[in-house]
């Protein structure tokens, strides 16, 4: 399992290096203090940073959801991009789809490393659900069953799969 995800991550390296960056942004902005902050290392926590746990609700959810929706964002603007191109610029041919291919590349390497780390995660239900108001409670059950889940299936590489599966299906679709 290790070999597998830490390989996903290296693979993903544009990806992983853009989270480490938002997640640090927020550490730092939260005035949380991290240990290491090495983006792409050989253990499983590459492509997050070691920090102290969010000492409040707001601060651990955002240390969950920042860095997920950055790249979500972003890596949806490079995915649009070339579909964009295709109809708009009529790229075609052999360079078209290179720039495809790389643009969708940088896309995935986002996606795939959006989640937060499971702990990361499981603070955030604590600090929400005990600390909390009734109206946080509600808005951040959505986030909390994505922020959740999304790091259980990337632990075992099934969001690279997914992404590889639907990469393989735009360029042949375009």
């Known amino acids: 399992m290790t070999a597998f995800y830490i390989l996903t991550k290296f693979l993903t390296f544009p990806g992983a290096l853009v989270r480490v960056f938002w997640e640090q942004l927020v550490c730092r902005i939260c005035g949380v203090p991290m240990e290491d902050t090495r983006a ?46 295709l109809f708009a610029f009529q790229m075609t041919g052999i360079p078209g789809t290179v720039i495809n291919i790389i643009s969708y590349w940088f896309a995935c390497s986002l996606f795939i490393n959006s989640y937060p780390t499971v702990e990361d995660a499981l603070n955030m239900r604590d600090k929400v659900y005990h600390e909390g108001t009734i109206l946080q ?38």
Do not use: Q
Request: hydrophobic content about 55%; some cysteine; overall charge positive.
């Open 40 to 85: 792409l290392r050989r253990d499983e926590m590459c492509s997050h940073i070691e920090h102290e746990l969010m000492s409040r609700s707001r601060g651990a959810f955002a240390v969950c959801f920042v860095p997920a929706f950055m790249n979500g964002l972003l890596g949806f603007l490079l995915a649009v991009g070339p579909v964009l191109g």
């Open 137 to 174: 409670k509600i808005i951040y059950a959505p986030g909390f069953f994505f922020l959740f889940i999304g790091p259980s299936l990337e632990r075992w590489g099934v969001t690279f799969l997914i992404s590889v599966a639907v990469t393989v299906l735009l360029i042949v679709k375009f």
